[in-house]
Each structure stands twice: as structure tokens, then as C-alpha cells.
């Protein structure tokens, strides 16, 4: 089982392969997003520290994000899917060094567009299982299929916040789409397809047996 990276702008749909190929093929997802909300909601050092760069939308400094990850990462992982990290150059020469990557996998996708999934994403606050009334996957009682608890528009997808996290994709994330192209380990796909159109390209890419 390969270990991948998931690259794309906020909205671009990493969170929902990441969803599908745990479900279809069994690899574990590391959302970081997800650590990051989970220490804010824990009230621990770093969620008080970083609860400021969250709801503004600012990406966290990398030194909370390598005292998260650092613990978790080793050259022993297989099958780990990284989501939300890494997402600035020291990061991905952090990451370099402490675990094998087989390929980094690129969403593209306008920023239009992902500011119009942002602002129609919900996300239940019991389990964190995201949705978008876009995609019509919300039941009509507004409620999570997973768990059944209320869903909830993210804390830090106000408009400002959408901006600013673009903003920072611009400068920050995109040295980190060349430096796994310049390794040759970059894939790009069209983040406008389908959810399962574009599962399947990964499945094919990869050249992921058909799960049992």
C-alpha cells in the first residue's frame, strides 16, 4: 500500500477521495485539518494557540503543525494518506525525511469554484464527516448520514476565512505542487469531474487491484 499525498486548493475535494479510497481500499487518512479543529475543540495548548490562525483562515505556523505530525510520521507507514499537509516547502522537506511517498496527487480546480463548494460545505460536528448541499449528498433533514447528528456550517469557512485560505494556497501550498513535480512524483486531475469519476482515475493510476 502506497503512501500519497493529497494536494489542491480548499474545496477541491481531497477530503471526499480521501473518504473513498479508506472505505474501498482500506488506507488510513490523516486529516491534519481534522488534528487541528480536534485541539481547539480539546482546548490543549496548541488549540489555544492557533485558534486565532484558524478562524482567520491563516495557515498555522509550521512549527504546531511538526509537533502534531512529528509523533506520527515514520518510515514504517504504509498506506497513509496525508490531507491538509503538507502545505509549505518546510513542511514537504519535513515530511521528505521521515516517511516514503509514492506520489503526490493534485486537485485543480478555479478558485470560483472553490470558493462556491466552500461556502456550501457542512460538516457534522459529532464525527467531522464533511458534505455540500452542491453535491446533494445532505438528506433533507440537514442531519449526517454517518452518525445522524445535526451538520453544521465549519467555523472557519466564513467568507473572509474562504479568501484568505485561497490567498495563502496562492503563496504558500503552490512551491509545494513543484517540489514533488520536480521529483517527479506530482499526478494532476481535474477537480471538476465527479467524485467517482476521479476515484476511479486514481484507482487506474495507481494500479490498485479491485477491493474485495
Known sequence: MPNL????????GKGTQAYLLKKNY???HLNIGSLLREEMKKKTDI????KEYMLKGD????KYIFSLVGP??????KGV?????PRTLKQ?????KRMPVRCAIYFELDDKIAKERLSHRRVC???????????NDVKKDNKCSKCGNPLELRMDDNSEAINRRIAAFHDETKPVIEFFKDRDSLITIPATKKPEQIHQEIVYILGLAKPA
Not at 506520527?72 to 507507514?77: A, E, K, M, R
Request: with cysteine.
Open 81 to 85: 494518506i496525508l490531507d491538509g499537509f
Open 92 to 96: 514537504a522537506e519535513f515530511l521528505e
Open 47 to 50: 488549540g489555544n494557540d492557533i
Open 59 to 62: 495557515l498555522v505556523p509550521d
Open 5 to 12: 499525498v493529497l494536494l489542491g486548493i480548499q474545496g477541491s
Open 26 to 28: 482500506g488506507f488510513d
Open 125 to 135: 460536528q459529532n464525527c467531522q464527516q464533511n458534505y455540500n448541499l452542491l453535491l
Open 72 to 77: 506520527i510520521l515514520h518510515d514504517n507507514l
